[in-house]
C-alpha cells in the first residue's frame, strides 16, 4: 500500500508532511558496480534525494528520502533495469528529509554476517506476509498447528525501543554474531515454525537463509519487515515502537515518528521520560553513557 500526503495523519500544531522517505532492497546478482555508482550519485543528486544506496554483488539496499514526485522518477529509472523491475518497496512520510545528505557505496555484502553471499538464482528464503502472520500469531500455531516463535535478528539497542511480544531475543550487538547463536540453540525450536524478523526484510532474509543452510527445517522470514507488518496490520501482537536509522530514530505503529531519540555517543535509545534527565545532552551524553565517555 503506497502512502499518500493527503491520508497522512495530522498532529495539531505540526508542520505538514511533504517527504516520502523509502525503504527498499532486493537480493539480486548485481556486476559492473563501479559503472553503476556514478549513474545512482548522478540521478539521486539531480533529484535532491537524501540517505543511502548500498550497491553489492548480491543486490542493493537502499534508504531515501525526498518529495513525492522526486521519489516516483528515482523509483521508475531504478525498475528500468530490468533484475530491479519488480522492486518492492516501503513508505512513511515526514515533514523534513529523514537523513542529512546523500551517499552511495559499494559494499561486499548488503548487510554483513561474513558468510557466504547469498546466491539469488538459487531462491529466497520462505516468506509470510504480514496479514498471515498476525493470523498465525490470532490463532497460536501456523496452518499446520506448530507453534510460531518469533525471533529477532535486530541488535539489542533497536529491541528495546519495540519488538514482537514473546520474541526470542538473544541480545545481539551486531549481525555477525547470530550464525554462532542460532546455531547453538538449534534444539530449542525442534518442532516449531520460527519465523525470523527486522526493520525492513534484509537482515531476517539473510537469516532465515543462514538458518536453512544448517538444517532448520520450519523457518520464513517476515516479508517486508516490522515496517511492512505497521503498513499492513498495524501493532498487533506488538509493543513500543519500531527503531529506524536516521534522524526520527524510531515509527510507531500508524509509522508516525516518535519523540525516542538515540544518543550520539553511545548509540543508547533515549525515551521522552530519560530527555528529561540532567544528564542527556543532545550530541554528547545521555543516563546510560553520563561520565563515561
Known amino acids: 500500500m503506497q502512502a499518500t500526503i493527503e491520508n497522512a495523519p495530522a498532529t495539531p500544531g505540526a508542520a505538514p508532511a511533504v517527504y516520502v522517505n523509502i525503504a527498499a532492497y532486493k537480493f539480486i546478482t548485481l556486476d559492473q558496480l563501479d559503472e553503476l555508482r556514478p549513474q545512482y550519485q548522478a540521478i539521486c543528486a539531480r533529484l535532491g534525494l537524501k540517505g543511502t544506496v548500498l ?88 496452518d499446520n498447528g506448530k ?69 532448520y527445517d520450519n523457518v520464513y522470514q517476515l516479508e517486508g519487515g516490522i515496517l511492512k507488518y505497521f503498513e499492513e496490520v498495524g501493532g498487533a501482537h506488538y509493543t513500543g515502537d519500531c527503531f529506524v536509522f536516521d534522524y526520527r530514530t524510531a515509527l510507531n505503529p500508524q509509522l508516525e515518528p516518535t519523540e525516542t531519540k538515540q544518543c550520539f555517543a553511545c548509540r543508547a535509545v533515549v525515551t521522552p521520560r530519560q530527555q528529561l534527565a540532567p ?15
Not at 529509472?77 to 513508505?91: C, G, N, P
Not at 544528564?279 to 565517555?293: I, L, Q, R, T
Open 55 to 142: 550497491l553489492t554483488p548480491e543486490g542493493i539496499n537502499m534508504f531515501l528520502s525526498g518529495t513525492r514526485a522526486h521519489i516516483d522518477e528515482y523509483l521508475a529509472w531504478v525498475r528500468s533495469d530490468a533484475r530491479l523491475a519488480d522492486l518492492e518497496v516501503k513508505e512513511s512520510l515526514s515533514a523534513e528529509q529523514s537523513h542529512r545528505r546523500m551517499l552511495v557505496r559499494i559494499k561486499k555484502e548488503i548487510i554483513t554476517m561474513r558468510h557466504p553471499l547469498i546466491r539469488p538464482e538459487e531462491g529466497r528464503a520462505p516468506h509470510v506476509k504480514a496479514k498471515d502472520l498476525k493470523r498465525w500469531l490470532d490463532q497460536g500455531h501456523d
Open 147 to 215: 507453534p510460531v516463535v518469533m525471533v529477532e535478528t535486530r541488535n539489542d539497542y533497536e529491541v528495546d525501543v519495540g519488538t514482537f511480544n514473546n520474541t526470542v531475543d538473544y541480545r545481539l550487538t551486531k549481525f555477525t554474531e547470530f550464525p554462532e547463536v542460532i546455531e547453538k540453540h538449534k534444539a530449542d525450536f525442534e518442532g516449531k515454525t520460527v519465523v525470523t524478523f527486522c526493520t525492513g526484510g534484509i537482515r531476517c532474509e539473510k537469516a532465515a537463509i543462514h538458518m536453512q543452510n544448517i538444517g
Open 279 to 293: 544528564e542527556y545532552v543532545p550530541g554528547v551524553s545521555c543516563p546510560a553513557c553520563f561520565g563515561k565517555h
